[in-house]
């Protein structure tokens, strides 16, 4: 149980611009990537870039998303590999728990060397991160955060089938958060381990929900206009021909039980 939870307080990530400090690292560049490294291996350091091009293509595939910034050149992303949490966590101010942070508009992701997180949790939840801020707006407060942290847990590795089994079992406890209340949601809410598990849960059920019943294209057209209009249920109504946030819960509801 406290391995899962761990798991899951992993991906509250944080948010912040500013820049990053790149002396006295050593770096390796790749097509959109450049990674800044100290001490871990170098055979990891590729294994980040390979999988971190990998990613770049796949996460806009698989929410649908043409992309119109390419990450080249002077606009390739940054990865910061520490050696260790310590560093990680006094560089960017994180908590103890943290393993991982973001920067989306710098287009920047710090965490640290662990094979099995960095790769297959922390790297594609925090491109999903950045790649969906930079189709929807980085500035845009329309965006729920249940939306931008299901988008990024959407990418992780195992991560929609276990969510699902997570809200049913929430729903049968009494433990679930309605999506009125999931709406209003900002880290503050995170009360408890278990009200973390379930939020990420839901998050992430709801997008595998949203693309599996409607297909990418519908889910890109509510992105898009999320960005242009910048009204959550008017997109919603438009996208998914859905009433209201009710009438989305019951939807989704269904579709778990089915
Ligand atoms: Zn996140």
Redesign the pocket.
């Known amino acids: 149980m406290k391995k899962t939870v761990l798991l899951l307080l992993i991906?509250?990530?944080f948010f912040h611009s500013g820049s990053s400090e790149s002396k006295n690292w050593h770096e390796k560049r790749s097509t959109h990537f450049i990674v800044y490294f100290r001490n871990a291996p170098l055979k990891f350091v590729y294994k980040v870039i390979d999988k971190a091009e990998d990613y770049y293509r796949d996460i806009a595939d698989s929410l649908g998303f043409r992309r119109y910034q390419f990450w080249l050149w002077e606009n390739r992303a940054k990865i910061y590999i520490y050696d260790e949490a310590q560093g990680y966590q006094q560089a960017t101010g994180s908590p103890k728990w943290s393993y991982g942070h973001?920067m989306p508009r710098d287009k920047i992701i710090h965490s640290f060397y662990n094979e099995r997180r960095f790769i297959d949790q922390i790297l594609p939840?925090?491109l999903g991160?950045i790649i969906f801020r930079e189709f929807v707006g980085f500035e845009n407060t329309s965006i729920p955060l249940w939306l931008?942290?299901g988008v990024?847990?959407y990418q992780e590795f195992r991560r929609r089938p276990t969510a699902d089994a997570i809200v049913r079992a929430a729903i049968e406890k009494g433990k679930f958060i309605d999506l009125e209340r999931l709406s209003s949601f900002t880290s503050r809410s995170m009360a408890d381990d278990e009200t973390v598990q379930v939020f990420y849960a839901e998050s992430v059920s709801l997008i595998a929900f949203l693309i599996a019943e409607y297909g990418n294209d519908r889910f890109v057209v509510f992105c898009r206009r999320l960005r242009d209009k910048k009204d959550f249920l008017e997109a919603l109504k438009a996208s998914f021909r859905v009433e209201g946030l009710k009438q989305l819960e019951e939807a989704w509801k269904d579709y778990l039980f089915r």
Do not use: K, Q, T
């Open positions: 991906l509250l990530c973001v939840h925090e991160h931008d942290e990024a847990c």
